[in-house]
Each structure stands twice: as C-alpha cells, then as structure tokens.
C-alpha cells in the first residue's frame, strides 16, 4: 500500500504558497508581519511623528533662541529719574507687565511673575542693592537673580512677605521647591521703604534687608554663565515700587 500522499505536495509549483512562521516562532514572525505591509507601517508611523515635531516646537524655539541680549554693562547704577515712559535700553520685560516709571520709582503694577530684567551679564561674584516698597499690606515683594533674562523661575527667586505675607523664602529654579529656604517671623510694612542687598560670593547668596542678614542659600551648583547671569525685578499682585538700583561686581573673599 502507497503512503498517502498531502495535499501540497500533489500541488504543481505554481500553486504551492509559503506559510508564515506561527507566533511561538519569535523574531522569524515578526519580522514577516513587518515586513508584510511596509506603507502601513509608514502610515501610522507618520502622524505620530509629525504630532512629536508640534510638541516639541516651543522646546526647540527655547533651544536655539541664544542668550538674552545685552544692552548694559556692570558697574551698573539706574536711579529712575527720568519720563515715564523711558525705561530705556537696559531694561526689558520679553513677557509683559506693564512696567513703567512713576515719581522718580519703577512701577511694578502687579505684574504675576513677569519680571523686568536687566540687560546685563552679572559675574559669578556679585552684589546687588535697591531700595523697593510695597504699597500694600499683603506685600508680596519680589526678584530674580542668576535667571536667563527672559522667564520666571530661572534662577534664585527671592520674595519677602509672599503668600498674603505669611513667607519669604530663597528658592532654587521653582519659587514652591522643597529646597527653598524661608522663615515666617516678619512681614512687610505697606508704605514702608527698604533697603535690599543681595549678594553671592562663591556658592553662598545672601539676602540682607536694611542692613540686617535676612536669609541665605548654599548652593554645591551655584547657577551661573550664560542662560544663569541675569537679574530681575518682579512682582505677584500687588503694587511694588523699586529705586536705586546698584550692580557692582565682588571679589571672592570677604
């Protein structure tokens, strides 16, 4: 008796189809679905790629935007006393804010963290002065130092009687990070002018207010250099007055 014969081999070649590999076969079966319907894969792959390119354009536009320019140099000193509206060259707010000069202040009319920066590149070591009132009694008074000249939160953030005037703090990149430094035990005075001074030497940036030590930050990675050289002015909600901006380089040691 003959061995039954199969059905594909009675088949002539031309009938005789290849199966593919089932999927216990592993990288052999996937490979052959892939393989099996190329322009649908570039189909679904096509979208998606084009969804990521729109994502990712405002990260793009930050990348290759440059540095923040600058129009001033340090030593740099700026008392107000001029029109209204001449803020001049040295000053920028790149996000709003409706800053301008009033009396012989710089008026910050409640700006929501849209600082008005100088246009100058500070040194490593630096001191800062100004003097800055708060015409009311939830405070709220702010800057920004070793930030990149345009955005909020780029560098030191400093703010006395934030919160409704429950905190001041120094904080590192995000004003309501965990590494902030704060205390809670003075509030600002409506009407009352103070005397900041702001000054890094090396890794340590110190706060003084009317010639008293006020906070400190230790920082093993101390921001600075291009994108972390630049200082601001700022406020939340409230109307803030600042005069008698003073930039003036240090040496390290004290």
Not at 81 to 90: I, N, S, Y
Not at 162 to 190: F, P, Q, Y
């Amino acid at each position: 008796m003959n061995a039954p014969t199969s059905p594909t081999a009675e088949r002539g070649p031309e009938q005789q189809t290849e199966v593919p590999p089932r999927s216990g076969d592993g990288e052999s079966y996937g490979a052959a679905v892939a393989g099996a319907h190329p322009l649908k894969s570039r189909r679904i792959w096509i979208p998606i790629a084009v969804l990521l390119a729109i994502i990712n354009v405002p990260f793009l536009h930050l990348a290759l935007r440059g540095q923040a320019d600058v129009k001033a140099a340090v030593p740099f000193s700026d008392d107000f006393e001029r029109a209204p509206t001449a803020l001049g060259d040295a000053w920028k707010a790149p996000t709003g804010g409706s800053w301008r000069i009033q009396e012989g202040w710089l008026y910050s009319p409640g700006v929501k963290n849209n600082p008005l920066w100088l246009q100058a590149a500070l040194p490593r070591d630096v001191a800062v002065e100004f003097d800055v009132r708060a015409e009311h009694a939830s405070g709220d008074i702010k800057c920004e130092i070793f930030g990149d000249g345009r955005g909020h939160s780029t560098g030191y953030v400093l703010i006395f009687g934030g919160w409704s005037n429950t905190i001041s703090t120094i904080a590192r990149l995000d004003e309501h990070g965990a590494d902030r430094k704060e205390r809670r035990d003075r509030k600002v005075e409506k009407g009352r002018s103070y005397h900041f001074r702001i000054e890094r030497r090396g890794g340590r940036l110190e706060w003084m207010i009317d010639g008293e030590r006020f906070l400190a930050f230790d920082d093993p990675a101390p921001l600075s250099g291009p994108g972390h050289d630049r200082f601001g002015l700022s406020s939340w909600a409230t109307d803030v007055f600042f005069d008698n901006v003073s930039v003036q380089p240090l040496s390290q040691p004290l």
